[in-house]
């Protein structure tokens, strides 16, 4: 039965086959993370993996990856086709990119994806988005001047051809890296990914009785467009603006000037205004500027229909050229996440204006606060780690911020003990940051404080990707900034906050991350919230005397 004669599905059996297609996604992305050598993938969950159909269009995503990654994999797939003729690809391809403009915005994450054929006919193809340990240069940073000291850039390429590896792309990266085991091994866990993903495609379409995806791409995509439209449709037709700073890089300070027009059911997302692009690495390419300005919108207007590439037909993002939301190449981009995280909060300030009851305040894990160690142990072997941890969310109209949460990433903490066991790093403390939640109706998330020390005989070095040290997360209508991030070494110092620098032997590092924002007056708060705020510790009595006029004697 070929699909055309399928094309008009009904509901419960759409709903079904789509289930189905997402499940392919994640046992795609369970192969990846069964398969990977670095904890980046393995225990902090940064990554993605998705199905797009025959046009190059998403169709399924897995359902923990990092949610930005599949925004970019679709266009990513168009600009492969464009460079390689649909001809050229065959069964066992496998296309290869780290290029920022291309793939997700910075060098250290691979863009791969693959054809998937089935009885002879190109019916969709697989693709996957991984943040590798290292990709060689000054290492994963913010402090860089131009593009080409963040490390290599491997333009669009076929890593696997028709199944074998392409040796001279092999042997180039790995003669490039710091840890090429745990790198090529991530690469071939993301090669593994996309062949389950491609077996498992094959599948359903024989159990599905249908030779192509084509009715039931259209259909899914109808589906993702209309209720996205219908959202949108709520919210009061005009303009909302909101102006955001941030610290930026030394006296290179970050603006972010965001206006939301909704007219109908389309919404769109403009920056004029915005900071130029700096010479550090904080600049945000459009691709990755887009995808941050998207998925924040989906998360508030339509959080429950599962997303593909019709979920964002309704919505356009602009930035001008040159901005730092809109880079011109070959600005540095090692961090852009730095700036890219900060976009959810300035469109929620927007949106807050016409539909309160549906977005959040602040997040002080946003954006995220990263620490990249690197060096050689004392047997001699190199390393190179990232610590991934988060701070707290905003408090939303509801409910009090989740603590230690990100968002608008979802990149996980991950194993203490798989990051201590692959590098000299101990760790010697990693609780909830008590007073760090923005006072409010509703609290904002905690942050939490991680001290870190050196155990390696030999000096070892630190890249510090931060914000938020000068301007905390905001509160939404009445609720009160989340603490700032503190960055403190055992001697009193402060390392810069996006820079590299040395730390020594026994040297203890100390990270103290930011808390979300509050949500409505501190004075609506209910008694017996604070009270149970002041039983576990999530604030003490001097907190809860300030913020809320009360002593907390006796807890």
């Known amino acids: 039965m070929t699909d055309s004669t399928k094309a008009n599905f009904d509901p419960v059996t759409l709903e079904i086959l789509w289930s189905r297609l997402i499940s392919i996604a994640d046992e795609s992305a369970a192969a990846l993370l ?38 970019m994999l679709p266009d990513a797939l168009k600009n492969f086709l464009k460079r390689i003729p649909i001809e050229n690809w065959n069964p066992g391809d496998c296309i290869i990119t780290n290029d920022p403009w291309i793939g997700s915005g910075h060098l250290p994450d691979v863009t791969m994806a693959a054809p998937i054929f089935h009885k002879g006919k190109l019916v969709g193809f697989s693709g996957s988005i991984a943040h590798l340990p290292d990709i060689g240069g000054g290492g994963w940073s913010s402090d860089g001047r131009e593009l080409f000291e963040e490390g290599i850039r491997i333009t669009p390429m ?41 077996e498992r495609l094959r599948e359903f379409l024989d159990d599905a009785e249908l030779d192509d995806l084509s009715g039931l791409s259209s259909a899914l995509l109808e589906r993702a467009d209309i209720a996205m439209r219908k959202a949108i449709e709520v919210v009061p037709d005009g303009t909302y603006r909101s102006v955001l700073d941030a610290d930026g890089f030394d006296e290179d300070e970050t603006h972010i000037e965001c206006a939301v027009t909704v007219d109908g059911s389309t919404l769109h997302i403009d920056y004029d205004g915005t900071s130029k692009q700096i010479d550090r690495g904080l600049n945000s390419v459009m691709k990755y500027t887009y995808a941050y300005s998207t998925y924040p919108v989906k998360c508030a207007l339509d959080p429950d229909t599962p997303r593909n590439e019709g979920s964002y037909r309704s919505v356009t993002v602009s930035a001008p050229e040159g901005s730092i939301l809109n880079p011109t190449y070959p600005a540095p981009v090692n961090a852009r996440q730095l700036t890219g995280h900060l976009l959810a909060a300035a469109i929620y300030e927007c949106l807050a204006q016409a539909v309160p009851d549906k977005v959040i305040a602040e997040c002080g894990g946003a954006p995220t606060m990263r620490s990249v160690y ?39 903490s991950g194993s203490i003990e798989a990051f201590e066991s692959l590098a ?15 006072a409010g109706e509703y609290m904002g998330g905690l942050g939490q404080e991680v001290e870190i020390e050196i155990s390696s005989e030999k000096e070892i070095r630190l890249s510090m990707m931060s914000d938020r040290q000068k301007y905390p997360a905001k509160g939404l209508l009445g609720g009160l900034e989340g603490a700032t991030v503190e960055v403190i070494k055992s001697d009193g ?8 620098s040395p730390l020594k032997p026994g040297e203890k590092l100390t990270l103290k991350f930011g808390g979300g924002a509050g949500y409505g007056p501190p004075a609506n708060r209910v008694p017996a919230a604070i009270e149970n705020d002041l039983r576990n510790g999530y604030i003490t009595s001097a907190f809860a005397n300030q913020y809320y006029g009360v002593s907390g004697e006796g807890e």
């Open 34 to 71: 069964r398969t990977s050598f670095s904890t980046i993938v393995r225990e902090s969950n940064d990554f993605a993996t998705v199905l797009m159909d025959a046009n190059g269009d998403s169709l399924a995503e897995n359902t923990a990856g990092i949610p930005s990654f599949v925004g």
């Open 374 to 412: 690197s060096g050689t142990d004392d047997d001699g072997n190199s390393f190179s780690q990232i610590f991934f941890a988060s701070g707290g969310m905003g408090a939303s109209p509801v409910a009090d911020g989740h603590s230690c949460t990100a968002f608008p990433t979802n990149s996980g």
């Open 493 to 500: 110092t402060r390392p810069h906050p996006k820079a590299r």
């Open 158 to 198: 076929k890593f696997l051809k028709e199944g074998e590896p392409n040796q001279d792309v092999f042997d180039f990266i790995t003669a490039n890296v710091r840890v090429p085991s745990q790198v090529i091994g991530d690469i071939y866990a993301q090669v593994t990914a996309q062949q389950v993903c491609a």
């Open 424 to 438: 000299p790093l101990v760790i010697w403390k990693k609780e909830f940051r008590p007073d760090s939640g923005g």
